[in-house]
């Protein structure tokens, strides 16, 4: 139930509703994509970045708070630890414990090898977790690998590395498979036929979930098989900066544990850092979906030892975030919701847009509603423009928002808002990180041998915007390829002598480059004082 400053609003939404359902918006031609991005996508916001003058990527430009903690000092000194006592030998050290690690860690255990993970919090203490409208796959009829590249690749304004995109797009039907077959509940018909649904920017459906929690089902799953295998996991224990030997191969990482701050050694022939995103980062003041723990440590780990970044400048701002009430903002409103026949309207109660655009026209297109144009709903906080859920119920049939997308039914119920009957407030929230380390297809750094990535510490499967569902597909898909090629190059490593000496090299770089900070990084954690504010809800993000 919303206060009386909503109430005129709310009429015009209701007013309007049976026509808006029947209203088909056309979709935005190309030339008017590309110049609602440069006037409203918050990457295009110059005055937001700062060009890296130190380590691989020196002349490129990316957020800054980004820049602040790559081109700032390991949280430790190069003789701080032992590296000839190792507390831990493995063939294989993964580090995170989401749903790129925990596939990662099954294949490379599939393959003999011995192998850890560690993870600053706990296993599944990830964004796939939060992740809720489902995975892309095409396995139906109508669709083909084909067409899910044309989609993922143009989506992605045609920057992803093509060989990544293939790969993404034709391990993908048995991703779902393997998935299905590990006990991920899907959503089945009678005929035990996979539901599949439309994302933005998709010809096809092609979205698999299970309801509106795809992404905890996912998780759940995969936990389930680490622990299973009985495969070591070490939880709160953080990576804090990789180790390489005299070859400059990756070669372990030192740990630190998260309560009693103490230092491990980890030795390892292969690396595979599957440490997630970067919402935390909290870049240009938006809220985030993201889990806690998403800071961009990966990023920081690789880029320090000298692996190069891939399109770091640009972030996914989900379309609709929560933007009331206050104590869920920024969390995902899965675009399921859209899928499912809602749209997005304005103050006036017209709608303004085609609701399954790109995420990231979509996200501009709400900030210029807002922001621009003056059609935006005063939350009292900040601005939103109201997602009309009503129209699910009345488009699928009574019953449809409790079988379909039952969390977000509850996340609104918790405040007092019905979503059944009333419409909900959206805003776009930090979701994803489009970039991140460059890979080759093997899933291996083209610059640290034995270092490979997976998950959302990757840049350029994605280009740059990622389309709604192919994050967990590329999880799984990239997670298993770097647990099965790190599995088999165990196999014929030598580790040499164990070194830090690229913490020295970097600091000299950052001197050279006349940086002087006193940031050292990676995060691990955010800082939330008293006095946080999201810039967003008091300032205009244009
Ligand atoms: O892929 C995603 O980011 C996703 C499924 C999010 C969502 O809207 O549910």
């Not at 993870?119 to 139906?140: F, H, P, S, V, Y």
């Not at 224990?237 to 998260?258: F, H, K, Q, R």
């Not at 990231?360 to 144009?373: G, T």
């Not at 799984?476 to 030598?494: L, P």
Request: net charge negative; with cysteine.
């Amino acid at each position: 139930m919303y206060a009386e400053q909503f109430q005129e609003s709310l009429k015009a939404v209701e007013a309007a509703r049976e026509a808006n359902i029947a209203l088909e918006p056309r979709r935005m031609t190309a030339d008017e994509k590309d110049r609602l991005l440069e006037t409203y996508h918050p990457d295009y916001r110059m005055d937001q970045f700062d060009v890296l003058t130190a380590g691989p990527n020196k002349g490129e430009k990316v957020p800054k708070e980004l820049a602040a903690i790559l081109q700032a000092h390991s949280r430790i000194a190069k003789d701080s630890v032992d590296l000839n006592a190792p507390d831990y030998d493995v063939d294989v050290l993964i580090i995170g414990g989401g749903g790129a690690g925990c596939s990662a860690a099954i294949e490379a255990d599939e393959k003999g090898a011995k192998v850890m993970v560690v993870t600053k919090l706990r296993t599944g203490d990830a964004n796939t977790m939060m992740a809720e409208g489902g995975i892309q796959a095409a396995d139906k009829p109508n669709d083909s690998p084909a067409q899910h590249f044309i989609d993922a690749y143009g989506g992605g304004h045609f920057a992803a590395k093509r060989e990544l995109v293939r790969k993404l797009v034709t391990d993908a039907p048995e991703c779902i498979q393997w998935l299905n077959d590990l006990g991920v509940e899907f959503d089945k018909d009678e005929n035990g036929v996979m539901v599949t649904t439309h994302g933005g920017g998709t010809s096809r459906k092609r979205m698999h979930a299970a309801k509106d929690y795809s992404g905890a089902e996912i998780m759940r799953t995969l936990r389930d098989e680490v622990l299973n295998r009985e495969i070591p996991v070490v939880d709160f224990t953080a990576a804090i900066e990789l180790i390489l030997d005299e070859n400059g191969n990756a070669s372990g990482a030192v740990l630190m544990n998260m309560e009693t701050n103490q230092l491990y050694v980890a030795k390892a022939k292969t690396v595979i850092i599957a440490t997630g995103g970067a919402g935390r980062m909290h870049y240009q003041g938006f809220p985030t979906s993201n889990h806690y723990g998403a800071t961009a440590d990966g990023l920081v780990l690789g880029y320090r030892a000298g692996a190069k970044l891939l399109y770091a400048d640009t972030l996914q701002y989900h379309p609709t975030g929560a933007a009331f009430p206050e104590q869920i903002f920024g969390a995902l409103v899965t675009e399921k919701v859209r899928s499912l026949g809602a749209k997005l309207v304005n103050v006036k109660g017209e709608v303004f847009m085609h609701p399954l655009e790109t995420r990231d026209v979509a996200a501009a297109s709400i900030i210029r509603e807002c922001m621009d144009r003056g059609n935006g709903v005063d939350t009292g906080d900040g601005q939103g423009v109201w997602l009309d859920t009503p129209m699910i119920e009345k488009i699928g049939g009574e019953g449809t928002i409790i079988a379909r997308i039952p969390a977000m039914y509850r996340m609104f119920a918790k405040y007092g808002i019905d979503m059944r009957k009333e419409p909900i407030l959206v805003f776009p929230t930090l979701h994803y990180q489009n970039g991140g380390l460059d890979i080759s297809l093997n899933g291996e750094t083209p610059n640290i041998k034995n270092l490979f990535v997976a998950g959302e510490a990757v840049g350029g499967i994605h280009g740059r915007n990622r389309l709604m569902g192919n994050s967990l597909l590329d999880i799984i898909v990239f997670g298993r390829n770097a647990g099965r090629m790190a599995g088999d190059r165990c196999k014929e490593v030598t580790v040499g002598r164990l070194t830090l000496d690229h913490i020295d090299r970097f600091d000299a770089e950052l001197k050279a480059a006349g940086i002087e900070t006193d940031v050292v990084s990676p995060k691990l954690l955010p800082k939330y004082t008293p006095d946080f504010k999201y810039v967003c809800k008091k300032a205009e993000v244009r």
